[in-house]
């Protein structure tokens, strides 16, 4: 598995665009999610799997994907368009770090946030994006 996705619709745009760019994968769990979106969490969501030795091309596609979504939205409060996706910089993430180092094969995810590089604006959840009227 290589990323996992809560709804049909994102999960199916990745999984094309991966297809389209030479990658052989496929979404595991699709028809169980879209059939009860409320098993999503109980299962882990839709997940992107991918063969073992395509998983550096689809890691590098993913990251590349993520960057040009980001660069298409807009800041709240500068209007910038530099948007990354970091970890934020709190006590829960160094104890996350150690707990990691300690138990060594139990990994904790620490808390990630979107932050403007322009204006050290943070959120947890992206801005809306902007839609251009035709």
């Known amino acids: 598995m290589l990323k996992s996705f809560d709804n049909y619709f994102s999960a199916n745009i990745i999984l094309s665009r991966l297809q ?3 990658v052989d ?3 595991k769990d699709e028809y169980t999610v879209t059939i009860d979106p409320l098993l999503s969490n109980a299962i882990g ?3 992107l799997a991918v063969y073992i030795d ?11 994907f ?11 409060r500068c209007t910038g368009n530099h948007i990354t996706h970091v970890s934020r910089p709190a006590a829960r993430n160094f104890i996350t770090s150690i707990l990691t180092w300690l138990f060594k094969s139990y990994s904790i ?3 990630k946030i979107y932050q ?3 204006c050290n604006y943070e959120t947890k959840n992206l ?3 902007k839609l251009e009227n035709n």
Do not use: H
Not at 54 to 64: G, H, K, Y
Not at 66 to 76: A, K, M, N, S, V
């Open 54 to 64: 395509d998983v550096p091309d689809a890691s590098r596609l993913l990251q590349e």
């Open 109 to 111: 995810d620490p808390e």
């Open 25 to 27: 994968c496929y979404l």
């Open 66 to 76: 993520e960057e040009e979504y980001l660069r298409t939205i807009d800041c709240p």
């Open 127 to 129: 801005p809306e994006l």
């Open 45 to 47: 969501g839709i997940k």
């Open 116 to 118: 403007c590089q322009d």
């Open 20 to 22: 389209q760019s030479g």
